[in-house]
T-cell receptor, first 114, second 113 residues
């Protein structure tokens, strides 16, 4: 089973709201990732967690706050977002987070910021 | 730095036609290579991968061979179907890169009856 689940599927929020995206995998993977994808573009890496520790932050604004409570779960907390943050947010996981490791993606959360 | 170059789309084909989507790469290390597919409104699905030179990845009738001498990983399928209509991303990751995936720009494929 190579399933990564994400909730919610769609989210509409105002610029003053606080919301969270959730990602879960039960494949025993120890690396998890957040990506942002704008229309007609490839995904852009935001954060990488390896063994529940943040290992990569691609200079993401602080209005995005990741959290990895355990090895199966990854959250992305959103606060004071801008309309330009509207995008598809994808979660992925891989076995250990070493180069060459295959990443498996979830279906994404489509976020609209009003 | 690492980079992936894919052919520009959209590519429009008739059903049962032969498909080639070109992908070339530049990498400082020894990369693993991937093809991902994204159907409309969905996330990315791993289509196939290859981890060393001359490896051939294959899945669902799609194939790609890791060619180190030409730094290429072209995607091919002998007979496309309407259901293959999607965006295809070529990507690489290297051992020194913290498993960061470097994606190409994506190629949209449209298959018509």
């Amino acid at each position: 089973d190579t399933e990564v689940t994400q909730t919610p599927k769609h989210l509409v929020m105002g610029m003053t709201n606080k919301k969270s995206l959730k990602c879960e995998q039960h494949m025993g993977h120890r690396a998890m990732y957040w990506y942002k994808q704008k229309a007609k573009k490839p995904p852009e890496l935001m954060f990488v967690y390896s063994y529940e520790k943040l290992s990569i932050n691609e200079s993401v604004p602080s209005r995005f706050s990741p959290e990895c409570p355990n090895s199966s779960l990854l959250n992305l907390h959103l606060h004071a977002l801008q309309p330009e943050d509207s995008a598809l947010y994808l979660c992925a996981s891989s076995q250990v987070g070493w180069g060459g490791d295959t990443q498996y993606f979830g279906p994404g959360t489509r976020l609209t910021v009003l | 730095g690492d980079s992936v170059t894919q052919m520009e789309g959209p590519v429009t084909l008739s059903e049962e036609a032969f498909l080639t989507i070109n992908c070339t790469y530049t990498a400082t290390g020894y990369p693993s290579l991937f093809w991902y597919v994204q159907y409309p409104g969905e996330g990315l699905q791993l289509l196939l991968k290859a981890t060393k030179a001359d490896d051939k990845g294959s899945n669902k009738g799609f194939e790609a061979t890791y060619r180190k001498e030409t730094t290429s990983f072209h995607l091919e399928k002998g007979s496309v179907q309407v259901s293959d209509s999607a965006v295809y991303f070529c990507a690489l990751s290297t051992t020194g890169g913290g498993n960061k995936l470097t994606f190409g720009t994506g190629t949209q494929l449209k298959v018509e009856l």
